[in-house]
């Protein structure tokens, strides 16, 4: 297992090494008796360099089984069937606290379906939205406090989809951007083709530092300061109101600490997909620097664009905002125009 920052720090610690800056990127992959030799050497040993393991081919790779009728209603609950093949997909992934209606719902009191939506359906594609436990459709199912089992769970669901040589664009929005990234991982790892573009909104690359996450940790807050954090995040002052608070706090606490404690890792290679990302003009936490960290992700040479998007943090439950977004990712899509 990689080494995550916290374990190198304390390794630094215990060996008074304060004086020394950590590489993340390369000391996670050193082992923890070779992070001690480093630090004990003040720097001057390091670990002999190693040539990774070649990551699996999609051409090698074995064909998954197909998933029940049963698990992609559970994770895909919107999902259309079609005749034939898609001839494109969008595998869209949702922001802490909401569900996979941001992309797939319509809006309040709005009469047309959304951009990606209406875009799926005028030109043959498929738009899957995964549905995290604990909302929705999904309410009873357990919730998780780590996206890695969610990326796992979700796996077996949505890889086998992806073996059938149709393209395909991943998008994320907010803690959404790191379940992307979790569930890139394992594409990588086990040889399924990557997506032929990457998409992410309103949230830090998931390798920033803890210390440089630009919210407060939120396990053991007390009720009022839980509710000034969210405020934070633009939710409503609807969710504050005791009936609908007592449905939604549970869930918002587990979700914030999908991404309060979550532990970066290193993908096995560099990303060498496209990326567009983007930040909202009235986003309290998120600023530009943050989303433009993602470029350092990607292998060089690769495609990387910010724009900028109206509106606060949940810009989604804004229609127009939203719709002006989703016609902006449509425009950019490689396929499917």
Excluded at 54 to 71: G, H, T, Y
Excluded at 251 to 270: I, S, W
Aim: glycine content about 6%; aromatic content about 10%; charged content about 25%.
């Amino acid at each position: 297992m990689p080494l995550s920052l916290s374990e190198i720090e304390d390794i630094r610690d215990e060996c008074l090494a304060d004086d020394l800056d950590i590489d993340f990127e390369r000391m996670s992959l050193w082992s923890a008796d070779e992070a001690r030799v480093y630090f004990e050497s003040g720097g001057e040993v390091e670990p002999p360099s190693q040539s990774s393991t070649p990551l699996p081919s999609p051409d090698n790779a074995p064909k998954l089984p197909a998933p029940s009728e049963e698990q992609l209603k559970s994770w895909f609950p919107k999902r259309q069937k079609r005749d034939g093949a898609p001839k494109f997909r969008l595998v869209c992934f949702h922001n802490a606290g909401s569900a996979e209606s941001i992309y797939t719902g319509r809006g309040m009191r709005q009469s047309q379906d959304n951009p990606f939506v209406k875009h799926c359906a005028a030109a043959g594609g498929e738009l899957l939205c995964p549905e995290l436990p604990g909302r929705e459709a999904r309410r009873k199912d357990a919730r998780s406090t780590s996206l890695r089992p969610y990326a796992e769970a979700l796996f077996p669901v949505l890889a086998p989809l992806l073996q059938d040589g149709v393209p395909y664009a991943m998008v994320g929005h907010s803690m959404g951007t790191w379940m992307l990234f979790e569930t890139l991982r394992l594409l990588m790892e086990r040889g399924i083709p990557l997506p032929a573009q990457i998409v992410v909104s309103s949230f830090p690359a998931a390798d920033i530092a803890p210390a440089d996450r630009p919210w407060r940790k939120s396990r053991g807050m007390g009720e009022d300061a839980f509710k000034d954090e969210c405020r934070t995040w633009d939710i409503n002052e609807v969710i504050f109101q005791p009936s609908m608070w007592a449905v939604y706090k549970g869930l918002l606490q587990d979700d914030f600490n999908l991404f309060d404690e979550y532990e970066y890792a290193p993908l096995p290679a560099p990303i060498a997909v496209p990326v567009r990302a983007y930040y909202a003009a009235k986003d309290k936490n998120v600023k530009r620097h943050h989303v433009d960290g993602w470029k350092r992700l990607l292998a060089a040479g690769t495609p990387f664009s910010v724009d900028e998007v109206g509106g606060n943090h949940l810009f989604f439950y804004d229609v127009p905002v939203r719709a002006a977004w989703m016609e902006a990712v449509v425009r950019g899509l490689p396929f499917g125009a």
